[in-house]
C-alpha cells in the first residue's frame, strides 16, 4: 500500500541516517561519503517535509566529511559549497559563510573576500531582510579582510620609508582599505555580542591614525554596556590600552578589578597584585593579598613562580611587621582544609625543588607560616637548601622558625 510504502522509505532513511553518523562518529569517510551518496539519491523520491530540511542536512553532512576525508580537493569543496548555495535560500548566507571560513583556513584570502562580495551584493526578496544578522557578518568579515589588506601596507610602508611614488602609492591603497574596514567593523560592534577580533582590529585602525578618545570610548563600550555579554577580554582590552595610553594607576586598578571579579585566575592577576601591594591605602594591599590568594585555588597557578614569590613578599612583609596578621588568618581559614593536600605536600616539594628552585623558595616560605616549621613542604626545601649550602633558604629556614608564634596564631 502507499502508507506501507512511505513507513518503509522513512525507516530506510533513517538507517542510512544512522549509517552516516556512525561512518562519522568512527572517523571513516570515505564510508560516511558512500552512504551519503545513498541518502541523496533516495531523497529524489522523498517529499515529506520535516523541521530540519533534507538540504540542510546534506549541507552540514557533506561539509564534514569534505574536511576531513583525505581524497577530498578544495575545487570539489568549492563546487559542493556552490550547489548548497542554490539549494537553500533561507541558508544561504550561512554557507556563504562556512565557505569563507574553509577558503580562509587554507590561505586563499582574495578567494575569501570575493565570496564575501558577491555575498554581500545578494538580493532575494524578503528574505534580505529575515537574513540581517548573517549579512552584517558578511559584512563584518570583509572589513576583517580590509583590515588585513590595511595591515600589509602598512608594513611595507613602515619598512620602505614614506619616499618615492611607490610609497605614495601604498599609502592611498591603505588608506581606502581603512575607510572600508573602519565602516564595517565599526557597525558589527554596536550590535550586542562577542565581537573580540573585530573590536581589537578597529582599535588598532584608530590608535594608529591617532583618534584615542573614539578608541576609548569603543573599549569602554564592549566592556561596560550592560547589553553586552560579560566578557574577561573585553575588560582585559581596556586595561591595555589604558596602559599604553598612560593613564592613572587608578584606571587601571578598576580595569583590573572588574576582570578579577569575573576570572579570579586571569594571568593578569600578578600585575593586579603588583599594583596594589605598591599602594599606601591599607584597603588595597588588603585586596592584594585577597587576588593572589584566589588565584592560586586554581590548578593552572599550582607552579607559577611569580605568583608565589607574590604571596610570599606579602607574607614576610605583614609578618615583619605584626600588622594585619588576620589578613592572612582570614584567607586561610578558608583553604587550611584542602590547600595543604593541594600545595604543600613532600611529593610536590621534591619536585618543585627539582624543577624551580625559585618557586620552591616561594612555596616554602609561605608554608612555614601557613603551616608551622614541622610542615612537610618546608622541612624538605629548607633541609635540602640548606645542604647546598643556599645563603637565601638558610635565611629562609631561620626566618620560619623566628616567626613560628605566627602560625599558632593564625592557626587557631
Not at 589604558?242 to 571579579?261: C, M, N, P, T
Not at 586561610?332 to 593541594?342: G, L, Q, V
Amino acid at each position: 500500500s502507499s502508507n506501507e510504502h512511505k513507513l518503509n522509505f522513512k525507516k530506510s532513511k533513517e538507517a542510512c541516517l544512522s549509517y552516516i553518523q556512525d561512518a562519522m562518529l568512527q572517523k571513516q569517510w570515505k564510508r560516511a561519503a558512500e552512504f551519503l551518496t545513498c541518502y541523496v539519491e533516495s531523497l529524489e523520491k522523498d517529499y515529506s517535509r520535516e523541521h530540519i530540511g533534507p538540504s540542510e542536512m546534506i549541507w552540514r553532512i557533506g561539509t564534514e566529511i569534505l574536511w576531513h576525508h583525505s581524497h577530498s580537493s578544495m575545487k570539489e569543496f568549492n563546487c559542493f559549497m556552490e550547489q548548497m548555495k542554490t539549494l537553500g535560500v533561507k541558508r544561504y548566507l550561512k554557507v556563504c559563510l562556512e565557505h569563507v571560513f574553509h577558503l580562509l583556513c587554507n590561505g586563499q584570502i582574495d578567494e575569501a573576500y570575493q565570496n564575501l562580495s558577491l555575498a554581500e551584493s545578494w538580493r532575494f526578496g524578503e528574505q534580505t531582510a529575515l537574513q540581517d544578522k548573517e549579512m552584517k557578518l558578511i559584512q563584518a568579515y570583509r572589513g576583517l579582510l580590509d583590515y588585513y589588506s590595511w595591515s600589509k601596507q602598512k608594513n611595507i610602508l613602515l619598512e620602505h620609508g614614506e619616499d618615492g611614488f611607490s610609497d605614495l602609492a601604498v599609502e592611498q591603497e591603505m588608506h581606502s582599505c581603512f575607510r572600508k574596514a573602519a565602516v564595517n567593523l565599526k557597525e558589527i560592534i554596536k550590535i550586542p555580542g562577542v565581537w573580540d577580533l573585530f573590536v581589537k582590529c578597529y582599535v588598532d585602525l584608530l590608535e594608529f591614525y591617532g583618534d584615542h578618545n573614539e578608541a576609548h570610548q569603543v573599549l569602554n563600550e564592549y566592556a561596560y554596556n550592560s547589553k553586552f555579554p560579560a566578557n574577561p577580554n573585553a575588560h582585559v582590552y581596556l586595561y591595555q590600552f589604558l596602559k599604553r595610553q598612560g593613564e592613572s594607576k587608578k584606571s587601571l586598578v578598576s580595569a583590573l578589578k572588574i576582570l578579577h571579579d569575573i576570572v579570579p585566575s586571569h594571568e593578569l592577576m600578578i600585575d593586579f597584585n603588583t599594583m596594589l601591594q605598591k599602594s599606601k591605602k591599607r584597603k588595597k594591599r588588603r585586596l592584594g593579598l585577597e587576588v593572589i590568594f584566589a588565584a592560586l585555588d586554581y590548578a593552572g597557578w599550582k607552579e607559577n613562580a611569580k605568583a608565589w614569590s607574590c604571596l610570599a613578599r606579602q607574607v614576610k612583609q605583614i609578618v615583619n611587621s605584626g600588622k594585619h596578621l588576620d589578613w592572612i588568618k582570614q584567607e586561610w581559614n578558608s583553604r587550611k582544609d584542602w590547600w595543604p593536600a593541594f600545595h604543600f605536600s613532600r611529593y610536590l616539594a621534591k619536585k618543585n625543588w627539582q624543577e624551580n628552585k625559585s618557586l620552591s623558595y616561594g612555596k616554602a616560605l609561605v608554608a612555614g607560616v601557613l603551616l608551622g616549621k614541622d610542615c612537610k613542604y618546608f622541612k624538605y626545601v629548607s633541609h635540602h637548601g640548606c645542604k647546598a649550602q643556599l645563603k637565601k633558604f638558610r635565611m629562609l629556614k631561620k626566618f620560619v622558625n623566628r616567626h613560628n608564634p605566627v602560625y599558632l596564631r593564625i592557626s587557631q
